[in-house]
């Protein structure tokens, strides 16, 4: 069933979203979740944010896997260029689907794909644009108890009721707002040579 590949692949990546993502390619991998820093620098733009932490992520665990094919990606929300984070929590997520109702929000999805044997390093962001419908506080309040999407950015998740909140998304790989841009990975992997189909 599973193809082998020579490297290893490692998911950079302790999101269960993104996991099950990867699985979709039918290539064997493991999953390793670094330790890094992911404050914002000063200055710094959402998309180098994004690409700089992906990177981050990859190089972190080539430390301990030097023989290793590793997928870094990171994820930043935007609304008129102010970050979006995770909101954690009830009132938090309300503050922001409140600032997001009827607005368009960008999703960066950074994309990275590191080869610790060669040092080759090919990185991208994939943007993903989210129109968000007009919702009333009521919606808001009914989306929120029923989702309870605190662990994602822009407290909305596509693959489940967040849906019913979005009027409209556009971008060239709907996987890069769930935060893994396969079709990009595709065209990484095959690159370094590894072969999906």
């Known amino acids: 069933m599973h193809t ?9 990546s302790s999101s269960i979203y993104r996991r099950e993502l990867l699985t979709h ?14 404050n914002v620098l000063p200055g710094e733009r959402p998309e180098q944010t994004a690409l700089r932490l992906a990177q981050m992520k990859a190089r972190k665990v080539a430390v301990e896997h030097p023989d ?9 929300a935007t609304l008129d260029g102010l970050q979006l984070g ?8 309300t503050q922001q689907l409140r600032m997001m109702r009827g607005r ?9 794909l590191f080869n610790a044997v060669t040092g080759s390093m090919r990185a991208e962001v994939v943007p993903y644009v989210v129109l968000f419908r007009s919702l009333t506080d009521t ?4 989306y929120l108890l029923k989702e309870q999407p605190y662990h994602c950015a822009g407290s909305a998740k596509s693959e489940g009721l967040g849906i019913a909140i979005i009027e409209k998304m556009v971008g060239d790989d709907p996987n890069a707002l769930i935060g893994l841009p396969l079709i990009k990975l595709v065209s990484m992997l095959q690159q370094e040579g590894v072969n999906v189909i």
């Open 25 to 38: 390619l039918q290539i064997a991998f493991t999953c390793i979740s670094p330790d890094v820093d992911e």
């Open 104 to 112: 368009e929000v960008t999703f960066h999805s950074a994309l990275c």
């Open 86 to 93: 995770k909101p954690l929590n009830h009132d938090n997520a």
């Open 139 to 142: 919606q808001i309040e009914s």
């Open 68 to 76: 290793a094919l590793i997928i870094g990606c990171d994820q930043v």
């Open 4 to 12: 082998h590949v020579n490297p290893p692949l490692i998911l950079a």
